[in-house]
């Protein structure tokens, strides 16, 4: 235990016992997040499910209830929706079991927000410590696979005695007989994600349980390696999301009301002139330019071939999910123009969550997200001041990571989302009460229901 606030007399270890537990859960989690992004979907249940266990055990289920507000009430809507448009998607059974699977991710992550605003300070101090060991350790683990041609795996891998047949993605790896002697550099490019999207929880957690001397050499470490591996990787994306939350959580920390604004602004115009801007930009003939990366190139004509099919449905879209179906269909006939390199199709996703939104849910859909995240915004307004660099910070990178990566229905995608949504509130509890404050966090700060003094 690092933090200098437990005392073993005041605050036994039985007392504690629970924080330990889900504290190391969380550890876990992030651990596994970093090594294999895959992971995800089952820790984020695991975690969940640790959390209301613990509560039932303590006979305070009851408090896991989230409570009605509008960006819980926004977040309904438009899950609703997504799961209403099963009624004229390709495949109804799919939209249906998709979208209920998001349905329960965000109640998942609701729950835990709850409770972790229930939650005790010395349990909380766990949690924190858990959280920011645990993204230290994958950075760590991060790092040493770039630099070393991801020796650890290749030594797993062949002690495992894998072969072709048993790893996704063959074309990533290249074997002499039966021994894998090489893996690429993108097989590690769906580890960035997470390391963007936790990166300002976890400052935040470290600030919140250690001495601020102490706080500041560990957050100042971690966004450190954290930029060095995100640079070293192949994720473009990951680098604009590290970049944007930097420059967010800058601007936060001088001015935090008109970068509130110029978020909101930035927020809208990604929803809504997400559309035109796709066209235009192919207009412009940049998916020739030379100085763009080829994956930036092939995304402007993904974008608009998939704008120019949202003008077939612009109202209702679709149907969720309905572009990993029509992506397949269309790459058996593709359409590859003399002035383009690439093949103009929608892909298995269309590489942006903004886009698809568009195209599956139609200006209907794109509505319900703007207002959904112009919900999130101002209940992060509704923060202590001293805790709004992080969350605008985490709120621009998981824009930018839905901007231009993978696809909205991705259940890994979707819980990531979640369990970096749960970390903020575990980290905005400790950073509040770190001189105690106060602070309702948790569904309740979602609910603008937040007094804090700190």
């Known amino acids: 235990m690092f933090s200098h606030e437990l005392d073993r007399r005041q605050q036994p270890l039985l007392t504690r016992s629970r924080g330990i537990l889900l504290g190391s859960i969380l550890t876990v989690a992030v651990v596994a997040a970093l090594v294999s992004a895959r992971t995800v979907p089952f820790l984020y249940a695991v975690t969940v499910a640790a959390f209301l266990a613990a509560a039932a055990a303590r006979g305070v289920l009851g408090t896991a209830v989230p409570r009605r507000g509008p960006v819980s009430l926004h977040l309904a809507a438009f899950l609703a929706y997504a799961f209403v448009s099963a009624s004229w998607a390709l495949e109804p059974a799919t939209t249906i079991s998709m979208t209920s699977l998001a349905i329960l991710v965000a109640a998942g992550t609701l729950v835990l927000m709850q409770l972790v605003a229930e939650e005790t300070r010395p349990n909380l101090l766990h949690m924190g410590e858990g959280i920011w060991i645990g993204l230290l350790v994958g950075l760590c683990y991060l790092f040493i696979e770039l630099v ?17 047949s048993s790893l996704p993605h063959i074309e990533y790896y290249r074997w002499s007989g039966d021994k894998l002697t090489y893996i690429s550099p993108e097989d590690l490019t769906r580890n960035m994600a997470p390391v963007a999207l936790f990166l300002w929880p976890v400052v935040m957690a470290a600030m919140g349980t250690l001495r601020r001397r102490s706080g500041l050499v560990v957050s100042g470490l971690t966004v450190l390696l954290a930029g060095v591996v995100i640079l070293l990787a192949e994720h473009d994306t990951s680098k604009l999301a590290f970049v944007a939350g930097l420059s967010v959580f800058a601007s936060a920390y001088v001015a935090a009301r008109p970068t509130g604004r110029m978020v909101a602004v930035g927020w809208v115009i990604a929803c809504l002139a997400v559309l ?4 235009i930009v192919h207009r412009l003939d940049l998916h020739n330019a030379p100085w763009l990366p080829g994956s930036a190139r092939h995304r402007i004509i993904i974008w608009n071939h998939t704008a120019e099919q949202v003008l077939n449905a612009p109202w209702l879209g679709v149907g969720a999910r309905s572009t990993y179906l029509l992506g397949p269909r269309l790459e058996h006939e593709p359409i590859t123009r003399p002035d383009e390199a690439f093949t103009r199709t929608l892909s298995a996703h269309s590489h942006s969550i903004y886009l698809q939104t568009w195209f599956e849910l139609g200006l209907v859909g794109a509505t319900l997200l703007t207002v959904l995240g112009l919900a999130i915004l101002q209940a992060i307004r509704s923060l202590a001041g001293s805790l709004q660099p992080y969350a605008y910070a985490t709120f621009v990178s998981a824009a930018v990571m839905a901007a231009s990566s993978y696809g909205m229905w991705q259940i890994w995608f979707v819980s990531m989302f979640g369990l970096t949504a749960a970390l903020v509130g575990l980290g905005a509890s400790l950073l509040a009460t770190r001189y105690g404050a106060d602070a309702t966090i948790g569904s309740r700060t979602l609910e603008h229901d937040v007094t804090v003094r700190a």
């Open 276 to 279: 035109p801007s796709a066209l």
């Open 148 to 164: 070393s041609g991801q020796s650890i795996k290749l030594w797993v891998y062949n002690m495992l005695s894998l072969h072709p």
